[in-house]
Each structure stands twice: as structure tokens, then as C-alpha cells.
């Protein structure tokens, strides 16, 4: 049944740590709890608070979420970029390990309400992650199936943390199912705190969208930038947040599209790297065939590690009626590349980043194939309407990577000619040695080796007299 004939409506929130670390997640923790138990409403739910969790006891409680009837998972605390969530080891609050989204998300998946929920059902509605850096880890929960997801992109001050925490738990508590409402509450508790930080708040959900403009994203995780304007703003305000318009030929670009020309060709150098184009299991390009024929709409696309931006496809100079542009998204990355520590596609490109390692793995051949199909994306961004005007940087670092794999390829190719070389020097040698030997017993008896035939005419004149008088004793 759901989660409300099940009985009271429980919240589980986990609080990490660090003995070094400032954030006050202790203090947020008691301020949670006053909000709810404190308060006459507080009875719509029960709260349950876990101080300094190890990722075991995350999951064993997870995992048993469903019996207490567990609707929103909170956590609060230490988080590192690209999503991951900072977890005791021993429950000391001294040692600590950082687990990246493809960790995290299936174990809360897997007890949610949504797809990818167990048999049996789960009952988790809502994830709330109250900490720095968690929009990836956001974005991997709703493409699992999470109905409502609650993130922050970039850092998020103590202070504001706080203040959503607590009108986030009281508009909630007021309408235990409406998740959108209890968000905005803290939405506008957060604004009139400071209106800059509002802008890195995220909700994601399975009914409704509030989310960093594709832009202010990209430029964000390059330069830390807080001034975001979030995607619905933009919508209504009909600007494009300083991105560049839209062509004809579909190729206004946020760096990462994944179904235009040079998104495309990109795709195919990761391939030849040995990069599986997949997201748990889900083919990315099969997942960009699904939504351009209609058979998934622009939710189910998260599933196979792509979102929409807000840019119109085309095909040549036809504008494709309701469909976007697709990106990648940063758990898809993380993903494919088997690296937490990638938070944005520009950050591939760099010196030591995901491409140069896997560049390192693979075979010459893999890598001259991979430098033809990065060349032709860079090639296709950097013509007149590439949309790339506004990403030099992205570019620059794209170039330079491309020039360590032709590196690559030169020092391939040297050692493969040395390898030659010396190949066949060694047959020649062999050869030079065989015909130095002695051809036969008869040539031994004559005293005769190979190298007679490099003598004078003289020396061969007495050599068949030789073979001459020796004819005769035989006869």
C-alpha cells in the first residue's frame, strides 16, 4: 500500500562530521529537531536522527526503511565534489571516506517509491541534501527513480543550510505530501537570507523543475561563479542567461550536448578510448535514438545518464518541434569514466583528467582514432556558428588535450618504426650468418667457404685445378 496506510510518516536524517570541519551540522541537527518535535504539528511525523553514520549503518538503515515507513531521507554535513557523501568509518568522527553517487544512489533507489524500486516496494518520497556539491549526487537519485530530490550546486554556507532546514521540515510538516510547497518555503526563507545563494538550490522532481540555467552551470563549475540564475527564470524572462542563440544547424552549444555533430563526434573518441558509452547499464547513444524517435519523453532520458537543456534540436535546418538539445550530466560522467572526482565536462580536457588517463590505457591505434573524432568536434566548434564563443577556455584545454594524444600517436609511431628496424636488421643478420656458413662437406674438403667467392680470379683458377685432380684419383 502507500506510505500513508502504512502508518506514521517517518524522516530519517543522517549528520557527518568532521572534527575539522566548520559546519555546524550538530547545531542543524537540534534545530531540526526543535522545528519538528517542538512545534504542535510535529506529530504528522516521527524524526529519527542519525549523528556520524558509517556508509554500513547508512545501509542497513536504508535497507530497512520501508518497515518504519521512512518517506524523506535528510543528510547534512561533509560532501566533496562530484556528489560524493562524506561517511564515518568507525564512528568516531575522526576517520572518514568519501563515496561518489555510483555508491549512494542505488542504495537509496532501491528503497524509494520510484522505477527502480525494490519488490515489494519502498516508501522513501523524498531525499534532501542539505550539503555542498550534492546537485550530481541529485541528479543520479531522479534518474533512478527518486520522486523529489532536493540538492545543492557548488558550496552552501552553514547558516543557509539551516534556514532551509527549518521552513523546508515546518511547510512539510503543515502538508506532509506536498514537497514542491515545502521547498519553495525554503526557497524564500533562504532569499531573504541572501538572494545570491538561492540560486544554487535545487529541486528536482519527477512534477516539476528548479534548476541551474545550462549556462550559469557550466561557467559555475569552471570558475565557483555564484551568480546562477536558476532554469525557470530563465524561461519566463525569455533571456538566455548570456548563452549563445540557437542556429540553424542546432549547433548552439553548453559544452556538453551530446546530440548535435560535435557532441556526437566526441562520443565516438570516448568509444575509442575504451569509454562504455552507458549509465547503469543504459547505452547513452541508444538513449538519445529513444527520445528523438518519441519512445521516452525528457524524464525517462535522465535514465540513460542525459538531460535536456533548454536549446531546440535541429536536423540541418529543420527545427525538431519539441525536442532539446541533450547533455550529459555529471553522474553520467562519473559513470562512464569511473572517476567521483570529474564535476563537469570542461573538466575531461585537463592536464592528468579523464581522457588524458584513459589516452594512457589504450593502444596507438585507439588513440589515433580517438584524436580524428575529437578533432572533428573541435574542428565543428571552432567555424562560424560552432556556439562556442563563450567557452574559450573549455576550448583551449580541448586543444591542448588533443595535442598530448597526437603525442601520443607520434611516440606510438616512433616506436613502432624503431621496432621495425630492428626487425629487420635482425633478419638481415640472420641471413648474413647463413650464408656465411659453410654450404657443404664437399666445399669443407676443398677448404673452400663462402666468402671464396669474394677472392680473386687467381685463387678460383687453383681451386678447380683442385677439384680437377681430385676427379681424377676418384676415377
Known sequence: GTSSSRGTRRIYAFFTKHVQDSINVHGEAQTVMQN???????????????????????NDLIRDSAEQNVVVAYFAGHSGEGGALCFNTFGNNVEMEMLGPDQVALVIARASNGALARAGGGTIECVVLNACHTRALGVALRAKGVA?????????LDSHAIKFAEE????????????????????????????????RLCFLSATSLVDLDDEALDSAHGSGNETVMPQHAARQSGGEGGAVASS?????????????????????GFRSLGVPLKFHGNSIEEGIRMYEASEIDGRRVQEYGLEESRYDLWHNSTKVAGKKLLRIHTAALQYMFGDVTITSYASLWKVGGAVDKKAQQADSIARHSAVGHFR???????QPGGGDGGHQHMLDEMWHCIERLERLVHDDRRLQTLKQNKKQKEAQDKKQSKTNSPANS????????SDDSERGGEDADADDDMVGSFKKLRK
Not at 511547510?171 to 525554503?186: Q, R
Not at 540553424?248 to 565516438?268: H, P
Request: charge should be positive; glycine fraction near 8%; proline fraction near 4%.
Open 442 to 449: 664437399y666445399d669443407v674438403l676443398c677448404g673452400r667457404g
Open 148 to 156: 523529489h530530490v532536493v540538492c545543492w550546486h557548488g558550496t552552501v
Open 248 to 268: 540553424g544547424d542546432g549547433n548552439a552549444d553548453i559544452v556538453r550536448m551530446a546530440n548535435n555533430v560535435k557532441g556526437r563526434a566526441e562520443l565516438k
Open 376 to 382: 572533428d568536434s573541435l574542428n565543428a566548434r571552432q
Open 36 to 58: 519538528l518535535k517542538l512545534k504542535r504539528w510535529w506529530k504528522n511525523f516521527e524524526l529519527d536522527c542519525f549523528p556520524m553514520p558509517t556508509f554500513d549503518s547508512f
Open 168 to 199: 523546508f521540515f515546518e511547510e512539510l510538516a503543515a502538508s506532509p505530501m506536498e514537497y514542491k510547497e515545502a521547498f519553495e518555503a525554503g526557497q524564500r526563507a533562504v532569499t531573504r537570507v541572501d538572494p545570491r545563494a538561492v540560486r
